[in-house]
């Protein structure tokens, strides 16, 4: 973990500096990090004055970000304060990483006094997650049990339902007793009607008081922390009956002669207890129905293995914990085991099955200098596999992230339903005095007691639990089934927008294109052949750095082709490369090199405008001042790309090509793939006002990237898409990431968008129709007309039904078929 500076040294002993002129003195300093966790650093950044935004910072030394130990600037506007430090970051991904759980990046002062270690989980709530808490405990705003923020495979059962479970079963036959008493204990005769009241009170007193405890005791913070809930309609009605039986079965004289019915002032301890017990009832099928929610995440944390096995220095192996593996070792991956971490593999070849990442069910190849990702499965050959990431920044570990943040986030569909319930607690409180006094002034005898039944009967059915959890069971279950479908979305808006997309923006290169140049042919003239060129200009090009450079040495090392020694060499940068290759003057570029070099290359010219019109790119290979032919390299077209853009046009979507290559390029790629608008030498700019362009003209923009320059126009775009096999900027920037890279995913994540929103939409049109429906029912507005009232015991039963019901349907989202 980081350790910050805390030695009382001043800026000026740290930087080896004194002040600038004009520097105050007395200012607060605000020391500002960045360094990898595991290593500690007295690099920092000294900002003078109190301000984040616009202060004056010099830089000390390196930084990095503590979260995933990328360099940062000192100019970094993605940073976070925590015990009088700033904190610098790389991206927004990164902060909120370090915001959601520091101890597990920074360390005390090492004069601090040791705490107990707490368990670096982090707590919120299914409702709102906006709260976070590094403990158990409950959500001040609705009550509901805080979870954590990401389950556990070593998770045990559920405490909260384990006690409910406990208080369910230990209180039900009690509950059962007094049920019986109620409805016969009148006509059986055998006690009398006083003695039948006080054994009700004895019985439902456990129910009511330890049973109905965490319920009272929610309903108790609704009110300190002013934030009325279902707990506070609960509460007050089970309470009001309760304390209304207690006086009647204590002081029944201090009612009067209307309230006596059958030898006794009528107590109603039987409807407390039946609503404790469906209560709990309800509570269990939710808890239970809530835990299957999160069954994406265990799946996904179930599939990294627990050890791997590393080869040493002395060329020993030994199995050891995942937790102890490291950036650079070399680890061994044999036939039927999984891949430890990301990495490169280094030796030997093997298939690589990644569905369980990528959705993808066909087996990869992988040979030497292929990536592989941690938590696949090798089926035959044997690996040797270099470790790139480990730990949080595995492919997995981000996926695992992604699914938790997008599952925890809010959709902009349960703003509204928010709204509703922000009032909705009150009004229903109102109408429940409302209808104990109409009851008591107008409605038959015994008039308050029909008041006080249907008062009770109201604030138990309006429950707003199942309108609560209409929008946030269906963003958790969407988002698990996105995740195992090789599709991440990174918060709830993301799922609920990307149906409405009408305009798709594509970049090229990664994106439609595989993102890697690959060696096409080679052409041979003037006594020169095929295998001659390529090979002379993979000897030239050993001592290049240019990406199509290694693409002509790994096609030549393929070839088996025996490469000569290169003297000076020289490179021209946008022309080309020069040098002696076994005593020859060789040249290979483009037209602009051979031409300073006076060579005619007219002989192949027209071949090589025909390969730029497909889309390669052609140099030309000269030995000793004549041309000997030419090579062509190629970015091929991912397999799946004309499949994918088919499925989106047919959805009505409309795709334009937005690349930096060059027009020629552009235009070769966007006729083979019938696209009819393009865009060739684009700038990072360019993207993002033509993002910028579509908006203004009313349509609903989604970006898809890969790279850097995408991020700008990735962050712009209603919804942004990014590669998977992209960069980490691409992806911190866009809302959906397609883990394989395979545009078809943007169509599964439509028709997912399509049904999550569906779900959505059922789960609060029947929380809204029950609740219209329920409470008139309750208050008693039927009553003149059939003569029937509805008891507050069938509200709670319900009211526990309305939110498994909700819960289930949610849970539908799992069949869904993308």
Known sequence: MSKPLNDGKTSHEHSGAGYGPGDRHDQATVNVRGWPSGHVHDNQVVHHGHGHDGARAETIGALKDPVCGMAVTADSQFRSAHDEHQYLFCSEACREKFRVDRSR????????????????????????????????????????????????????????????????????????????????????????????????????????????????????RSFVNRSPNMWTLIGLGTGAAYVYSVIATVAPGVFP?????????????????????????????????????????????????????????????????????????????????????????????????????????????????????????????????????????????????????????????????????????????????????????????????????????????????????ATPMSIMVASGKGASNGVLFRDAAAIENLRKVNTLIVDKTGTLTEGHPAFERATGVNGYSEEDVLRLAASLDQGSEHPLAATIVDAARQRRLAFEKVENFESSTGIGVRGLVGGRKLALGNTALMQAEGIDVRELTAEADALRAQGASV???????????????????????????????????????????????????????????????????????????????????????????????????????????????????????????????????????????????QNLAFAFAYNALGIPLAAGVLYPFTGLLLSPMIAALAMSLS???????????????I
């Open 619 to 761: 140099m030309y290979l000269a030995v000793d001042i004549r041309l000997a032919g030419l090579l062509a390299v190629s970015d091929p077209i991912k397999a799946t790309t004309s499949e994918a853009l088919a499925r989106l046009r047919e959805d009505g979507i409309r795709v334009v090509m937005a690349t930096g290559d060059g027009v020629v390029t552009a235009k070769s790629v966007a006729t083979r793939l019938r696209i009819d608008e393009f865009h060739g030498e684009v700038k990072p700019a360019d993207k993002l006002a033509l993002v910028t362009r579509f908006q203004e003209e009313g349509k609903v923009v989604a970006m898809a990237g890969d790279g850097i320059n995408d991020a700008p126009a990735l962050a712009k775009a209603d919804v942004g898409v990014a590669m998977g096999t992209g960069t980490d900027v691409a992806m911190s920037s866009a809302q959906v990431t397609l883990v394989k890279g395979d545009l078809r995913g943007i169509a599964r994540a439509r028709e997912l968008s399509e049904a999550t929103v569906g779900n959505m939409k």
């Open 803 to 817: 939110s498994a019901s909700v819960i289930s349907n949610a849970l539908r989202l799992r069949k869904v078929k």
């Open 257 to 469: 002669e209307a309230f006596i019915a059958h030898g006794r002032v009528e107590v109603y301890f039987e409807a407390a207890a039946v609503i404790i017990s469906l209560t709990l009832l309800g509570q269990l099928l939710e808890l239970k129905a809530r835990s299957q929610t999160s069954a994406a995440i265990k799946a996904l944390l179930g599939l990294a293995p627990k050890t791997a096995r590393r080869i040493n220095a002395d060329g020993t192996e030994e199995d050891v914990p995942l937790t102890h593996v490291h950036v650079g070792d070399l680890l061994r991956v044999r036939p039927g085991e999984k891949v430890p971490v990301d990495g490169v593999v280094t030796d030997g070849s093997s298939s690589l099955d990644e569905s369980m990442i990528t959705g993808e069910p066909i087996p990869v190849g992988k040979r030497v200098g292929d990536h592989v990702i941690g938590a696949t499965m090798n089926s035959s050959g044997t690996l040797v596999v270099k470790s790139e990431k480990v730990g949080s920044q595995t492919v997995l570990a981000q996926i695992v992230q992604m699914v938790a943040q997008a599952q925890r986030s809010r959709a902009p569909m349960q703003r509204m339903a928010d709204k509703v319930a922000g009032v909705f607690v009150v009004a229903v409180v109102a109408i429940a005095v409302l209808t104990f006094l109409a009851w008591g002034l107008f409605g038959p005898e015994p008039s308050w007691v029909y008041g006080l039944i249907n008062a009770v009967a109201v604030l138990i059915i309006a429950c707003p639990c199942a309108l609560g959890l």
């Open 105 to 220: 990046y920074v360390e005390p002062p090492a004069d601090a006094q040791p705490e107990p270690a707490p368990d670096g989980t982090i707590y919120t709530c299914p409702m709102h997650p906006e709260i976070r808490q590094d403990h158990p405990g409950n959500c001040p705003k609705c009550g509901m049990t805080l979870e954590p923020l990401l389950p556990s495979l070593e998770d045990e059962e559920n405490p909260e339902l384990a006690d409910f479970r406990r208080r369910f079963w230990w209180t039900l036959p009690l509950t059962a007793v007094v049920f019986v008493l109620a409805m016969l204990g009148h006509r059986l005769g055998w006690m009398g009607a006083a003695n039948q009241s006080w054994v009700e009170f004895v019985l439902s007193t456990p129910v009511v008081v330890w049973a109905g405890l965490p319920f009272f005791e929610r309903c108790f």
